[in-house]
């Protein structure tokens, strides 16, 4: 399983990135397979070990801030291992061939 989520202090000002990096260490700390971009965290994993990252990402924002934000999005396919490199890599390949 593969989520990518987002957790955004809502009324913290502008600049939000270290309340966001709270979120991002529960995520580091977790062990799991992850990246983080401008814009998601995506951890790879199952269900519930993924869910309880987010859950306590969220938990870490919301710590510092009295509302947050949650995006989400998953993609549940059994017996897939390493998504989190696999998709991207399929793209490639595919790019690379059209550029020979």
């Given at each position: 399983?593969?989520?990518?989520?987002?957790?955004?202090?809502?009324?913290?000002?502008?600049?939000?990135?270290?309340?966001?990096?709270?979120?991002?260490?529960?995520?580091?700390?977790?062990?799991?397979?992850?990246?983080?971009?401008?814009?998601?965290?995506?951890?790879e994993g199952e269900w519930d070990?993924?869910?309880?990252?987010?859950?306590?990402?969220?938990?870490?924002?919301?710590?510092?801030?009295?509302?947050v934000s949650l995006v989400l999005?998953?993609?549940?396919?059994?017996?897939?291992?390493?998504?989190?490199?696999?998709?991207?890599?399929?793209?490639e390949r595919i790019l690379t061939?059209?550029?020979?």
């Open positions: 399983m593969l989520v990518a989520f987002s957790v955004t202090p809502i009324g913290a000002g502008e600049g939000v990135a270290e309340l966001v990096a709270e979120a991002v260490r529960v995520v580091r700390a977790s062990g799991l397979p992850h990246e983080t971009n401008a814009m998601f965290t995506t951890v070990e993924v869910m309880e990252v987010v859950r306590r990402a969220t938990e870490a924002v919301s710590a510092h801030a009295g509302r999005k998953a993609d549940l396919r059994a017996g897939v291992d390493d998504a989190l490199h696999s998709k991207v890599a399929s793209i061939a059209e550029d020979e």
